[in-house]
């Protein structure tokens, strides 16, 4: 106990001198600046400073760990098929994605590694990039025969994974996934191929944003402004619903992804590594001085990989390509949703709005997603100055998203 007290005391006493050292570098670094300092190096600065150490939050029990762990891996008998899983053909035609990998994709995919977190087996991704050139060679064989073997070592799913409480919550954490160095590199140049492949044959759908060069925010939220503003000139009232999705990436259903992944042409061997990664999973929950515990997952892609992020725009497009089929409208980034339609006449544009809730329900339910209804809400834009007189006087059905979640709703009176 004594030196659990000393450790706190070295802590704050650590983070008041950080605090006044920062506050007076930065105090001169202001007092220094010139013209002919950039903008990308006054902007690198401040978020240097920016990134001090705040104090940890007490907590009085470990009653929220248990809630942690059952909400990131809920209790759960797995079936016959979730333990041993469905493997393909190993017998596929050559294809880009199945080829052996060069030493120049190990190389860029080793520099890649910016963090210095290492997973369960302590191997630091700084090792890799010292390692000499007869290890690299060593490497890259073994991550070749891993790929056309199918063969995963079982260290590469199995997670540590480490609650940050979220800022300015109590209650709510964020899980960080820490997994193995060696298994990230080979995650990246998975990635690599896997991303080149659906933007250089388009598949995946023009509506579907984050995790694509080119299709960031700005491009999502300029696309949706310009369809409002197509509406405004056409004199049309134009109605969205903006849907969340709670847990997105928790609820992935990996045997849903991998049959979609084939139905766009993925090689099967290609389909089984993935497979074998995420299919089952062992998680290795730990924080500070609480309690620890271990379970094991057969859903979800682990947040924070780059292949997951890939994994998780393919098992989207399934939900883009059911509304765009139906004729609905709708953009996509990342978990969050709009889905919205337009009409001169309010009554038309509500009933198309109620369709597109009832499809979109429909469509989720099959994918195992749930909405969050304390994020979503929907929205009525228009240019009509007296809008609540119109809507008053105008006999129209509720907007329907009790359908997909009946805490909120718009009724139109």
């Not at 933007?199 to 759908?205: C, K, Q, R, V, Y």
């Not at 503003?229 to 609820?251: L, P, Q």
């Amino acid at each position: 106990m004594h030196d659990f007290l000393k450790y706190r005391n070295s802590c704050a006493l650590t983070t008041r001198l950080l605090k006044s050292e920062k506050r007076k570098n930065w105090k001169a670094f202001c007092s220094n600046l010139k013209s002919s300092h950039t903008v990308q190096h006054l902007w690198s600065t401040a978020k240097r400073y920016k990134n001090c150490i705040s104090p940890r939050k007490n907590f009085e029990n470990d009653d929220w760990f248990d809630n942690f762990c059952s909400k990131v891996a809920p209790c759960h008998v797995p079936s016959a098929s979730e333990i041993y899983p469905n493997y393909y053909s190993q017998h596929s035609p050559p294809h880009v994605l199945t080829n052996d990998f060069s030493m120049t994709e190990l190389d860029i995919a080793i520099s890649s590694r910016k963090s210095t977190a290492s997973g369960l087996d302590n191997i630091s991704p700084i090792m890799l990039k010292h390692l000499p050139v007869n290890a690299i060679d060593c490497l890259l064989s073994i991550l070749n025969n891993v790929l056309a073997t199918q063969q995963v070592p079982s260290t590469w799913t199995s997670y540590r994974v480490i609650p940050i409480p979220k800022p300015n919550s109590n209650n709510s954490f964020r899980p960080i996934s820490l997994s193995s160095s060696i298994f990230k590199v080979f995650e990246f140049m998975l990635k690599s191929r896997l991303d080149w492949w659906l933007e250089s044959n388009s598949i995946l759908h023009t509506n579907l944003f984050a995790f694509r060069k080119g299709m960031g925010t700005l491009e999502c939220l300029s696309t949706f402004i310009g369809k409002i503003y197509h509406s405004f000139n056409n004199k049309e009232f134009f109605v969205t619903t903006f849907v969340d999705i709670r847990g997105a990436f928790d609820s992935v259903n990996i045997s849903t992804l991998i049959s979609h992944l084939l139905s766009l042409q993925v090689p099967t061997l290609f389909c089984n590594v993935l497979s074998s990664l995420f299919k089952h999973r062992n998680l290795f929950f730990s924080f500070l001085f609480s309690a620890t515990s271990t379970r094991s997952t057969f859903s979800g892609l682990p947040q924070g990989n780059c292949l997951s992020s890939i994994l998780f725009n393919v098992y989207m497009s399934i939900v883009a390509k059911h509304l765009s089929s139906l004729g609905h409208q709708c953009l996509i980034y990342a978990n969050d949703l709009v889905i919205f339609t337009s009409n001169k006449h309010f009554i038309l544009a509500i009933e198309n709005i109620n369709l597109a809730l009832k499809d979109l329900s429909e469509i989720l339910i099959k994918v195992s997603f749930e909405i969050a209804p304390e994020k979503s809400k929907s929205v009525i834009f228009t240019r009509r100055r007296n809008i609540m007189g119109y809507v008053r006087s105008t006999p129209c059905p509720a907007i329907e998203v009790e359908a997909l979640c009946p805490p909120f709703n718009i009724r139109c009176r």
